[in-house]
């Protein structure tokens, strides 16, 4: 683990001294800004976090590819790839090194957006559960886009390449639940059961469910063995 530890805080280093890692994060903010006040000026706005819940689980499907088209894909494109399947470290560590650094630098832009709670606070009474909830869905859902990213990152060495299948297969995983509503039946169930979305609304609405927290966590661990694998096979090639 150590030099997993070691992988993952090279790796924080690099985005919080990356101006590209910065621009993502103030898109993060200037996009779930928007939707926290969006319907402020109602005449009898809620005193909730559910608009910028919402609004956060559109935005990851752009920043989380973002984030992680970088991890794999440049060191593929620089050669530095070679260097780490020779040097004495394992390839789950190498992945699982660059994963905990982009959730580290997901999770410290979300904490941004504690303001919003703040001023919840200061001029309402909300009910904090939701809002736990709520921050809880958001950590597991940007840890399951981060991870649906990171392997299509380790498959090619082209960054744009790798953030815009990232990005359909979000869009597909997000637009699931819309889909099976159309199909009926075992399938439909099924696929319902696919979207990323619809295993995050309970968590907005205050409720942490077992079943989508499993989900999230299944979600995480299969792409995280998929990238593990796709590093594994360039060692064959």
């Known amino acids: 683990m150590r030099t997993a530890q070691a992988v993952a805080w ?22 779930s800004g928007f939707f926290f006040a969006r319907d402020l000026n109602d005449p009898f706005p809620q ?59 997901l999770i410290a832009t979300v904490s941004l ?9 200061v001029f309402a009474s909300p009910d904090p559960g939701p809002i736990y909830a709520g921050y809880l869905g958001l950590a597991l859902y940007g840890g399951a886009a981060l991870a649906i990213g990171l392997l299509c990152s380790t498959l090619t060495s082209n960054q744009i390449v790798a953030a815009v299948v990232a990005m359909g297969i979000l869009l597909v995983m997000f637009f699931a639940d819309l889909a099976a509503d159309n199909i009926g039946g075992t399938a439909s169930t ?48």
Do not use: C
């Not at 559910?50 to 593929?76: C, H, K, S, Y």
């Not at 957006?113 to 606070?121: E, N, Q």
């Open 10 to 31: 090279k790796e924080i280093q690099i985005y919080f001294s990356s101006p590209t890692a910065y621009i993502v994060g103030m898109m993060f903010l200037a996009l």
């Open 113 to 121: 957006t504690l303001y919003y709670t703040i001023l919840l606070y």
């Open 47 to 105: 005193a909730s976090l559910v608009n910028f819940f919402d609004g956060a689980t559109i935005i990851f499907i752009l920043i989380a590819p973002a984030l992680t088209m970088r991890l794999m894909a440049e060191e593929q494109k620089l050669g530095t790839i070679e260097l780490l399947l020779t040097s004495p470290v394992r390839d789950w560590e190498v992945i699982i090194g660059k994963y905990v650094a982009s959730f580290v630098f």
């Open 190 to 237: 099924i696929i319902s059961e696919i979207s990323i979305r619809s295993h995050f609304e309970d968590f907005a609405r205050g409720i942490i469910d077992t079943k989508h927290v499993v989900y999230y966590l299944s979600v995480i661990a299969f792409f995280l063995f998929m990238s593990v694998r796709a590093l594994e096979s360039r060692r064959w090639r």
